[in-house]
T-cell receptor
Framework: NAGVTQTPKFQVLKTGQSMTLQCAQD?????MYWYRQDPGMGLRLIYY???????DKGEVPNGYNVSRLNKREFSLRLESAAPSQTSVYFC????????????FGQGTRLTVV | RKEVEQDPGPFNVPEGATVAFNCTYS??????FFWYRQDCRKEPKLLMS?????NEDGRFTAQLNRASQYISLLIRDSKLSDSATYLC?????????WGAGTKLIIKP
């Protein structure tokens, strides 16, 4: 049972390049989330998907897009990377909204130069 | 005011001591509360949920004070392996709101 699988683990981009972070969960969870974590700021929600076919903006959505491809997969896309997007990105999934344990991927360390 | 606030620390504590930290939240309608542990450069993992009556899991005790809108985490007989960042999490309108974390360093 893999839980939440997130790829890649590390990435360096040049300003203006695009990339997609992949996330898949095998726990049949309805809700999936993308967070970024910066030093001293905790986890900030970028986008979330409460169920297959729906996505909603979180606290810091600018510069990102998401796709809930199916119940298992939720991808995060940076269309034109900026240095301000240098961060650690975590994907998470929940069985129901906010009342059970959140399971996380191992994180993606992204540097934009 | 942030929705969830924690003292960032670090708390430097000798091994075997008892340490406690609090977390305040602003949404009085919040129903679910959690403590997560995050090791350096790793993903957060659930430490314990926090129930209205308070709950204990081995050396860890969590308390909820709805009137003052805070939750607390008490660690007794601290171990070197308890060194980590502890994240307070509160649900708000079916989203999880995360505190910035409290860093705990246990010294031998």
């Amino acid at each position: 049972n893999a839980g939440v699988t997130q790829t890649p683990k590390f990435q360096v981009l040049k300003t203006g390049q695009s990339m997609t972070l992949q996330c898949a969960q095998d726990m049949n969870h309805n809700s999936m989330y993308w967070y970024r974590q910066d030093p001293g700021m905790g986890l900030r929600l970028i986008y979330y998907s409460a169920s297959e076919g729906t996505t909603d903006k979180g606290e810091v959505p600018n510069g990102y897009n998401v796709s809930r491809l199916n119940k298992r997969e939720f991808s995060l896309r940076l269309e034109s990377a900026a240095p301000s997007q240098t961060s650690v990105y975590f994907c998470a999934s929940l069985d129901t909204g906010g009342h059970t344990e959140a399971f996380f991927g191992q994180g993606t360390r992204l540097t934009v130069v | 005011r942030k929705e969830v606030e924690q003292d960032p620390g670090p708390f430097n504590v000798p091994e075997g001591a008892t340490v406690a930290f609090n977390c305040t939240y602003s949404n009085s309608a919040s129903q679910s509360f959690f403590w997560y542990r995050q090791d350096c450069r790793k993903e957060p993992k659930l430490l314990m949920s926090v129930y209205s009556s308070g709950n204990e899991d081995g050396r860890f005790t969590a308390q909820l004070n709805r009137a003052s809108q805070y939750i607390s985490l008490l660690i007794r007989d601290s171990k070197l392996s308890d060194s980590a960042t502890y994240l307070c999490v509160v649900d708000s309108n079916y989203q999880l709101i995360w505190g910035a974390g409290t860093k705990l360093i246990i010294k031998p």
